[in-house]
């Protein structure tokens, strides 16, 4: 019998010299695979992911994710013979520096590939038993690792190992930096601060390059060197924590997970909304995880402020910054002209080409394909099962390629979903062989008459039926949720081919497909106006706005549904939207104010004219005239000038106070503004 501790002590010094970690796949009967793994010696930091750690080894739990993150560690054991939790095996293999052992246990792998993967549970939808079903994942995941270079220690067969190149003489970089393009990037960091206005930093890289680290290491230094008020942003507290660490490390104060601040505000957290709705006087405002951020929100960051640094991982598991390349770059190169790129490449814990991070980002489909934009002429329309992309994995390179670039969420769940719920299907349009864009379909409903009424009731809930919960609880309406749904989770088109009406032909394809079988369709995402107006115009009307922006998109997310027959939910849900709009947690565009809410009509008399008149010509105070000018936009709104209407929806129909209206001397304005009304 191959004995595993011969193999390590065998190979890992070669490793090292080599900057890599040593991946093992460990497979077998529960006997030879324990047999093997009582013989580790635990040594240094050593994390176990799995049901149950042995003793010298932490357990990485999925609740605690934040906290280990950005750890280090010599030893990290996956424990998969059980569950396996594909999320956490992607996450925390960036966890594991140079020379570490990473070891991968499983039962016999066709016994493996059929088992049922309780962990699962987190995708798979009601009714379906992840304790019982089998998906498709762990199948790809082998297929996918047929070819990588990862030593095979499988009981009754001989030990697989892989050839190594000769060592790669690795560059050094001083203290406090990792690494030299690290280095480079501090140094490109201050140059925002200290050249010219208006060239902002758009910094790069994959997971593990020290881009946050860039940033920590360059707010310390500023402070070292007499600078204040040094501002940290980015999607929520948890994206910068990582620069806080490294600023109090340099600057040797004291910090801890979920401080906001550094030593009374030289350097504190900002979030986004806050920067736009009051300009901050400050030095430089340094972006973490910017492609988490909606588009437009970086666009008024650059409008405003003259000193930014916008970092984002390209692929991981925080989000994807390709496609937020091809957004926001084109924004900059035409506002920003003289704008600087950097992208990270070498990884702080172990050398390029490390077996483990190609094993990974190979087993998860992290690369991005290539695309070669060609001219539209007459693109196919394809449906796909999930058995079928087995069978394709190029193909399925291609739909994970076009979904991280194009959403700027997209994570190993999202995959993993795929590959292992039976109640998705993709439709996609194509052009030889190509991909432009596609659309992701979750059917839903056909709960029993009882579930749903305690559903509607708020004593049930159940997973993998967004839009019927919603219709149920939110909307009341139980006796829809029997029927069967089809919810479009996403229609992504790829960001060089978009506003060609590509999204528009493929959703005119889905909703045939659909029709022709019966499904009541709906779709849920964060409400932008340019959203909202491209599912109107195919026919979908708004029945459910959330109370509070999500964190995904930082939008309201809105649920619409498609059809005539949906015409008395949708005046149900304008006529509260109108009288909800007051409330400040909600915060709603004002432009999607307009769009929805149907405020109720009262008849203006001639005496409030009167009045109104009297107030544009400078001759009577607003606090007079508020009730009837009120009347009177709620019977013209939609024939105002847009501009003027939006700041009449923030005051009127918002309740915002003056000093809250996104326009200089808002109250001073009034009178000259309402002199563009035909009163």
């Known amino acids: 019998m ?52 042995p003793a010298g080894f932490t357990l990485l739990s999925a609740n605690q994710k934040q906290q280990w993150l950005g750890t280090e560690c010599d030893l990290l054991v996956v424990d998969a013979r059980q569950t396996v939790d594909w999320d956490l095996v992607a996450a925390s293999s960036g966890c594991l520096k140079a020379g570490g052992l990473w070891l991968f246990v499983t039962s016999e792998p066709e016994l493996w590939q059929q088992q049922p993967n309780p962990a699962a549970k987190r995708v798979l939808p009601y009714p379906l038993d992840a304790a019982a079903y089998s998906g498709l994942f762990k199948q790809f995941w082998l297929a996918q690792l047929a ?23 690795s560059t050094s970089a001083e203290l406090p930096y990792r690494t030299t393009e690290q280095q480079q990037a501090v140094t490109a960091i201050h140059k925002v601060v200290t050249g010219h206005r208006r060239r902002p930093l758009v910094l790069t890289a994959h997971r593990g390059r020290g881009k946050s680290s860039a940033l920590g290491l360059a707010a310390a230094m500023l402070v070292q060197q007499g600078k204040t008020d040094i501002l940290l942003t980015g999607p929520s507290p948890v994206a910068v924590q990582a620069a806080f660490f490294i600023a109090a490390q340099l600057l040797n104060l004291p910090y801890q997970a979920g401080q906001n601040q550094l030593s ?28 988490a951020i909606p588009t437009p929100q970086l666009q008024q960051l650059t409008d405003i402020y003259s000193r930014l640094v916008f970092a984002t991982t ?4 925080e989000g994807t910054g390709r496609g937020f390349q091809l957004r926001f770059q084109s924004y900059l190169q035409q506002h920003c002209p003289g704008f600087q790129k950097l992208h990270l490449h070498q990884p702080i814990r172990y050398q390029i080409n490390d077996p483990l991070e190609q094993l990974i980002f190979k087993g998860f489909l992290l690369e991005q394909t290539d695309f070669a934009v060609t001219a539209i002429q007459q693109p196919q329309l394809v449906s ?22 194009a959403h700027y969420q997209t994570d190993v769940m999202d995959l993993w979903a795929l590959l ?41 809930r159940v997973q993998g039926h967004l839009l019927a919960q919603s219709l149920a609880f939110h909307c009341l309406q139980p006796e829809l949720v029997t029927q069967k749904m089809a919810r479009i989770q996403r229609i992504v088109v790829h960001p060089l081919l978009q506003s060609q009406g590509l999204g528009s032909q493929l959703l005119d394809f889905v909703l045939q497909q659909l029709l022709n079988k019966d499904y009541l369709i709906g779709t849920s995402f964060g409400a932008t106006l340019a959203l909202a ?75 409030q004219v009167a009045e109104l008149q009297l107030f544009q010509a400078g001759l009577r105070p607003f606090d007079l005239i508020e009730t009837h000018l009120l009347c009177w936009f709620n019977l013209n709104y939609a024939k105002v000038e847009p501009q003027t209407a939006q700041f009449l929806v923030q005051r009127l129909w918002q309740k915002q106070d003056w000093q809250q209206i996104a326009q200089p001397q808002a109250k001073q304005k009034l009178p000259q503004l309402c002199k563009l009304l035909h009163l």
């Open 384 to 405: 796909y099962q999930v058995k079928d992309l087995l069978q394709q994995p190029a193909k399925l390179q291609q739909i994970f390629s076009l979904l991280s670039l």
């Open 2 to 53: 191959t004995d595993l501790l011969q193999i390590i002590s065998q190979h890992q010094d070669a490793y090292q010299k080599l900057g890599w970690r040593l991946p093992i796949w460990l497979a077998g009967s529960k006997a030879y695979t324990q047999h093997q793994l009582a013989k580790l010696q635990p040594g240094g930091c050593c994390y176990w992911l799995g049901q149950q750690a």
């Open 314 to 317: 390209e692929h991981g598991y």
């Open 420 to 460: 292992d719920n039976p109640a998705l299907t993709l439709y996609t349009l194509e052009q030889h062989q190509q991909l432009l864009a596609c659309a992701l379909i979750s059917f839903e409903g056909e709960l029993d008459a009882e579930l749903a009424s305690a559903v509607a009731h708020g004593k049930r």
């Open 264 to 291: 009374e505000g030289l350097i504190r957290f900002v979030p986004v909304d806050a920067l736009l709705a009051e300009k901050q006087n400050n030095t430089v405002i340094l972006v973490d995880e910017a492609a």
């Open 147 to 169: 070819e990588q270079r990862w030593v095979q220690l499988i009981e009754g067969n001989s030990a697989v190992i892989p050839l190594l190149p000769e060592a790669i003489a």
């Open 533 to 607: 107006k491209f599912w109107q115009n195919a026919g979908f009307s708004p029945v459910k706005l959330s109370q509070r922006h999500e964190q995904a998109s930082n939008e309201a997310s809105v649920l619409m549904l498609y059809g005539e027959q949906f015409n008395a939910l949708q005046q149900q849900f304008s006529r509260q939207l109108y009288w909800q709009l007051a409330d400040k947690q909600r915060g709603l565009d004002p432009a999607l104010a307009l769009l929805w809410a149907q405020p109720p009509s009262i008849d203006i008399h001639a005496q």
